[in-house]
């Protein structure tokens, strides 16, 4: 089993920033993958973006230019740092966790931004 507590979420206006944090616990040695994914209302769940234990990512192409993804494999803790957030960024953003062949989730963590 693996557990994930997602933080940073919050509001921020168009063209701000925000990081959001994902700390691992449990079976993390399992893990292959860490990533972000996001649902807005009325909206399926989508990838954000994803890092693999090997170090490749990828970006969703609405966000490619404007966030990263990052891990600190000592912290079992994987960032998503986003700046020039648009309104349409808005949604609740969820921690992923590949082990095969389960998909872990956090618990999610709301990001809006407005002015």
């Known amino acids: 089993q693996v557990q994930l507590v997602e933080s940073g979420g919050g509001l921020a206006q168009p063209g701000g920033s925000l990081r959001l944090s994902c700390a691992a616990s449990g079976s993390i040695f399992s893990i292959t993958r860490m990533g972000w994914y996001r649902q807005a209302p009325g909206k399926q769940r989508e990838l954000v973006a994803a890092k693999t234990n090997g170090g490749s990512t990828m970006y969703s192409d609405s966000v490619k230019g404007r966030f990263t993804i990052s891990r600190e494999n000592a912290k079992n803790t994987v960032y998503l740092q986003m700046n020039s957030l648009k309104p349409e960024d808005t949604a609740v953003y969820y921690c992923?966790?590949?082990?095969?062949?389960?998909?872990?989730w956090g618990q999610g963590t709301q990001v809006t931004v407005s002015s």
């Open positions: 992923n966790a590949y082990s095969r062949p389960k998909d872990y």
